[in-house]
């Protein structure tokens, strides 16, 4: 005789970039299993793939997750992860002060986990007081082309190529006092030609954009009970609260 079938509760939340809402259920027992091999795995491409399927099948195969931004893609994961495993994920830290190695336990309430919603103006970078460029934010799609395993093992010529990848699959277009230049019209070679004509100070301007992206964040504060050290410890990405 068939064993019953559990149905999932249904909850809905909202994909921070678009606004759009959307409907989900909660990863299921076998999912959570497939899920944690992958984190223990360290390996990102096989983190992004299990990522991927399994809010694929928690969405009900109506988000397409290679389109999502990296932060949307964190954000629905949480709020799977909330509703299948508890909306409080325990943290163990250990003490900053240089001579302590106290750890403490800390219950971090992921409903206080947001994101901040960007703005058209968040995906500005002026280059002078005329001249700006407009980004769109890469898409898991397009993090995953980059093929980078391990940024801080590339060499620094690899890591600048790796940047110019980045900054041209995410240009939308340049504009400046007179006209809008959408970067579909404008061949590679024109696109290469003109971020290279950047000086070192505009270039960095850009490279400082793709660094402040919306990421999930929360910073803990404690006093150390063994040494009363006053900790203040910032985390960020999906990986610091998936416990």
Known sequence: MALPVVNA??????????????????FLVKEEKVLM?????????????TLKDVL????????????????????LFLQLRSKAVGETAKISLQCRAESCDETAAHNVPLEQIKIDVPTDDDKIVMITDDVGMKFKYPSVDDIEKLD?????????????????????????????ADNVYPAENETSEQLVEFVDGLNSTQFAKVSAWFSSMP?????????????????????????????
Request: charged share 30%.
């Open 9 to 26: 509760s249904r909850y809905t939340t909202v994909v921070p970039s678009t606004g759009e809402e959307i409907e989900f259920r909660p």
């Open 37 to 49: 091999v992958a984190l223990e795995s360290k390996d990102n491409k096989m983190i992004m793939r």
């Open 56 to 75: 694929t099948a928690c969405t009900f195969d109506k988000l397409d997750a290679n389109n999502l931004a990296a932060f949307d893609l964190e954000y």
């Open 148 to 176: 980078v395993a391990d940024v801080e093992a590339l060499t620094p010529e690899e890591q600048l190529d790796k940047t110019m990848l980045m900054i041209l699959n995410s240009l939308d277009c340049i504009f400046d």
């Open 215 to 243: 990421t999930l964040k929360h910073t803990l504060e404690w006093n150390c009970k063994k040494c009363g050290h006053e900790n203040s410890v910032e985390l960020r990405g999906l990986q610091n609260f998936f416990t």
